[in-house]
């Protein structure tokens, strides 16, 4: 197979997956947390230290971000206390923002599976991307690209079917949600659902 062949059919792989979409301005199908979670190879919070753009290491063709995480804590999976994944930017317009993360902050990742490639993105995209941020109290929240839209729909009634029972904070928090949630429940219906206690 020619590069020229090879470029064509990582190209057309892009075109047909959503989650290879840019994050800013992809149209995937909604994921609850359940979702998210699932599919989530590694789910990390951290903060970023650095993003920056540039060609694909085999295909100078594609464009790629490259995004270092200062990791303070793991909720899935592993991760070394500095991790950096690369990701595909589809959108010419998400070069200039590193797409979304340059001076992103502290984030909540839920990073899909590395490709053969070595490509990975937040699971749905913007909706398995979230921003942490802090009130004047020192209390932190977590919301993702989507405003946390749909975040909880039916969440509850399926961990239940599998026999999942979640704290009394992640079922207020699921109750009543909202734009921002507390991080602190948010993370603890995270580990719930992965299955254990970090």
Avoid: C
């Avoid at 020229?4 to 947390?33: C, E, K, N, R």
């Avoid at 490709?115 to 802090?134: A, E, I, K």
Wanted: no cysteine.
């Amino acid at each position: 197979m020619t590069v020229g062949t090879t470029i064509a059919v990582i190209v057309g792989f892009f075109l047909f997956t959503s989650d290879a979409y840019s994050q800013q301005h992809a149209q995937t199908a909604p994921a609850d947390l359940d979702q998210l979670v699932q599919n989530a190879d590694t789910i990390l919070r951290g903060e970023v230290i650095s993003a920056t753009i540039e060609p694909h290491p085999q295909f100078s063709n594609i464009q790629t971000v490259v995004v270092t995480i200062s990791v303070k804590r793991v909720l899935k999976g592993e991760a070394p206390a500095t991790y950096t994944f690369r990701q595909f930017v589809w959108d010419i317009r998400d070069v200039a923002d590193a797409a979304g993360y340059r001076k992103a902050g502290e984030l909540l990742l839920f990073l899909n599976p590395n490709s053969p490639y070595g490509l990975t993105s937040p699971v749905g995209l913007d909706q398995g991307r979230f921003r942490v941020m802090h009130d004047q109290k020192g209390n932190r929240f977590a919301a993702n690209g989507r405003a946390n839209l749909g975040l909880f729909n039916q969440v509850p009634s399926k961990a239940a079917s599998r026999g999942v029972t979640f704290s009394r904070q992640a079922q207020a928090m699921m109750a009543k949600p909202q734009r921002q949630v507390p991080l602190d429940s948010l993370e603890d219906a995270i580990v719930t659902l992965a299955g254990g206690r970090k």
